[in-house]
């Protein structure tokens, strides 16, 4: 496979953990972090926000964490926290990998840039599964899944073990769960329900109709006495 692109962050450790820490570093305009690794306590960092947001418009999976000292470590990203109404990154998780221990990872699974060839007979794309659980040594681990939809005809359907993965990728999602499927665009619209008006429903009362007529019932009745 192709050789993939570097991605590196510049980090902090951090001496302190806890709450109020993690509030002194956002201050500061920087973003608390833990680097998880197999038999070791978690290692307090923190990242630039930038930096960090700058990286956040890729797509990847894989980072390698640069140190003060020159201190390299090539971590997984596994959680971002985020804070709803702001929309910034409150919290990372890392987990440092070993080039020859093989690791699981949620990858995001694109169509490819052709469209099917159903679409041009009725039909519409639909992706119900948008990540793919896979398992794969770090070197091998591709940062997304695309996957080729331009023979799809209206009806067909690509499940999980349809796909054709990168060399030494195994797939960890059931096989059977549906990735795309071609559907009828016109069955989908007779299969909306028309909105009816009901059988039995009243008709629509005029304002003051019924106070005039008993009005008119009255006047009647007075001449005939």
């Known amino acids: 496979m192709a050789n993939k692109v570097k991605h590196v962050l510049n980090v902090s450790d951090r001496a302190v953990k806890g709450s109020a820490e993690a509030r002194r570093v956002r ?18 960092i923190s990242v630039k926000a930038p930096e960090w947001e700058a990286l956040s418009q890729h ?17 997984l990203l596994k959680e971002t926290q985020r804070k709803f109404i702001k929309g910034t990154t409150s919290h990372i998780d890392f987990l440092e990998i070993r080039k020859d221990v093989a690791i699981e990872a ?8 052709e469209q099917p060839v159903g679409c041009s007979r009725g ?31 209206v009806g067909d359907v690509i499940h999980v073990s349809d796909l054709v ?22 069955a989908m ?8 008006p009901a059988e039995n429903a009243a008709e629509p009362e005029i304002v003051g109709a019924k ?3 008993e009005k008119a019932a009255e006047r009647e009745e007075a001449k005939k006495k």
Do not use: W
């Open 165 to 186: 993965l990168p060399e030494g990728v195994k797939a960890k999602s059931h096989g059977e769960l549906v990735v795309f499927e071609v559907v009828d665009a016109a």
């Open 59 to 75: 797509e990847f999976n894989i980072v390698t964490l640069q140190f003060e000292g020159g201190e390299e470590v090539r971590a």
């Open 27 to 44: 201050a500061q305009g920087l973003i608390p972090a833990v680097v998880y690794s197999k038999g070791a306590a978690g290692r307090a």
């Open 211 to 213: 106070e005039k007529a």
């Open 189 to 196: 619209a007779e299969d909306v329900p028309a909105t009816e």
């Open 106 to 113: 949620e990858l995001p699974i694109h169509p490819g840039f």
């Open 123 to 153: 039909g519409l794309l639909e992706q119900v599964l948008h990540t793919l659980k896979v398992e794969a040594l770090p070197d091998a681990l591709p940062e997304l899944i695309e996957v080729n939809v331009a023979a799809m005809n």
